[in-house]
């Protein structure tokens, strides 16, 4: 078993209840024999006390995932220990319950940071769903927390957030790779994290404590690019008016990392190919050559395989780039870090934007765990970077979320979906339809079919090519 499943494995086995522990605080008898027997023929392990001092007392002896919190207790009220609730765990979820709470008591508790709010008598299905909510989002953000901490003691992965089987391998692999000085190629599709994983290969390297230098290859025009690479010497060409240094003298005995390098025209690929060979270049316009120590993570979100069949994309430079492959599973394939993910980008922007932390509510989350999420990481922190800017109050509800995730006025086509049919199976097929109808209405042209998708026109292709969609030539009907 990889070290790092065995961590995840690790954190699993740690001597806590299979479904949470509880901590109710009600001074009534009855309603804290009726909640305990409730939570535990649930598999909850559960422990009352009367009062809030006693809760407290109880808090700081051991942790909880959640506290049932009563708002009539006897001298100090609920609302009046929450916040020390808080100070002695600022991560638990709380829940309020009362029998007689206003509005203003709801908007109190909610801003002190209880996580929801019941009224007594409660309906035990809804208040177990709202237990198993606040306990679950817990035990996530906990896991999350010592996961990460556990993998950061030996290695540094800085912002990859996920515990996924897929990511866990991904990180013994980087773990294993980094001290060399071989080529790596990443492969995945856009906003899967690429440039991350590079980061995280140069800082786990011997060359740590020197220049990591990006540069998007397919953001610039060939002679653009090859003087940023290669840099140029005075008068090379009519804007050159002084000499420059390129990247791979800038990251020198560092890691360049080329993005997108399946853009890149055959004669700037025939030059980086000598640079892998030889170690040496020359600036453009120059006549000496310059050697370097340059270890090349290179990153693709097309088949690099393909474009060499096609004669789009040197054979030697893609043998010479494909020493290491590491490839990056989309996100609705790792679906289970999804709570991470938002927890992760939730609390990022809610300290950018200098707002309280922000929950997002379990109805919320729903939806966000079936979209199939074609952007990836990318745009699952810019739907959370948008709900942290809109919301109103702590919470993040479904009303904040984009339409196509929630399904809310879209032509989203209904599929019928076999019996044996998995939810992914379904929304592949959603995809593909989505993708055939835009397609007709474009007249088949992908150019103008990427633009209204707003997403570029190799992930367009790269989605058509896995969808199995065969394009029809323009016009023919």
């Known amino acids: 078993m990889s070290e790092a499943a065995v961590i995840s494995r690790r954190i699993n086995d740690v001597a806590v209840p299979a479904q949470g522990s509880v901590l ?5 008898a009855e309603i804290r024999e009726s909640l305990e027997t409730l939570l535990e023929i649930e598999g909850y392990e559960v422990e009352t006390a009367i009062n809030g001092e006693d809760g407290l007392s109880r808090l700081g002896e051991r942790p909880f995932d959640l506290v049932l919190l009563d708002l009539a207790l006897p001298g100090r009220s609920g609302l009046d220990i929450l916040p020390e609730i808080r100070a002695v765990d600022p991560q638990i979820s709380v829940i309020m319950i009362t029998a007689y709470g206003t509005v203003e008591d709801a908007v109190r508790a ?21 237990v198993r909510a606040a306990v679950g989002r ?35 692999l980087v773990a294993q790779v980094a001290p060399s000085r071989s080529t790596v190629l990443l492969q ?47 008068g090379a060409f009519t804007s050159a008016i002084a000499s420059k240094k390129g990247l791979f003298e800038i990251a020198h005995r ?28 020359m600036h453009l316009g120059g006549v000496n050559e310059i050697q370097v120590d340059v270890r090349i993570i290179a990153a693709t979100n097309v088949d690099l395989r393909q474009l060499v069949r096609e004669g789009k994309f040197r054979e030697d430079l893609f043998y ?32 950018e934007n200098q707002h309280p932390p922000h929950r997002m509510t379990p109805e919320a989350l729903r939806p966000m765990l079936n979209y199939s999420w074609p952007g990836n990481v990318r745009e699952l922190e810019n739907v959370i970077e948008r ?12 009303d904040l979320l984009p339409d196509q995730i929630i399904g809310r006025g879209g032509a989203i086509p209904m599929i019928e979906a076999r019996g044996d049919a998995s939810l992914f199976d379904v929304m592949e097929e959603c995809e ?46």
């Not at 709900?387 to 479904?398: F, G, K, M, T, Y």
């Not at 993708?435 to 633009?451: F, G, H, R, S």
């Not at 989605?463 to 969609?469: F, P």
Request: net charge positive; proline share 5%; with cysteine.
């Open 432 to 477: 593909r339809q989505i993708i055939l109808d835009m397609l007709e209405k474009c007249n088949w042209n992908q150019t103008e079919t990427a633009e209204r998708f707003h997403i570029p026109l190799s992930t367009l292709n790269q989605k058509i090519k896995r969808l199995s969609i065969e394009i029809k030539k323009k016009g023919r009907e």
């Open 138 to 172: 817990r035990r996530a953000e906990e896991e999350n927390i010592q996961l990460k901490r556990a993998l950061k003691r030996r290695y540094n992965f800085e912002n990859i957030v996920g515990k996924s089987e897929p990511m866990l391998k991904i990180f013994d």
């Open 24 to 28: 109710i605080i009600d001074d009534e």
């Open 387 to 398: 709900a942290v800017v809109l919301a109103s109050s702590e919470e993040i509800r479904p």
């Open 110 to 130: 909610m801003q002190s940071g209880a996580t929801n709010f019941l009224q007594k008598p409660w309906d035990n299905e809804k208040l177990l769903a709202d």
């Open 320 to 351: 010479r780039l494909n020493v290491i492959t590491i490839d990056l599973p989309p996100l609705r394939q790792r679906k289970e870090d999804i709570p991470l993910l938002v927890d992760f980008f939730l609390r990022k922007y809610s300290e």
């Open 254 to 281: 560092g890691t360049l990392f080329l993005d997108e390098i399946g853009t890149m025209g055959l004669e700037t690929q025939s030059k980086i190919l000598r640079v892998l060979q030889d170690r040496r270049f």
């Open 188 to 234: 995945g599709e856009s906003g899967t994290g690429k440039e991350l994983i590079a980061k995280a290969l140069h800082l786990n390297s011997p060359r740590s404590d020197r220049p990591f230098v990006p540069v998007n290859t397919g953001s610039m025009p060939p002679d653009l690019l090859e003087s940023t690479l290669f840099g140029h010497v005075k």
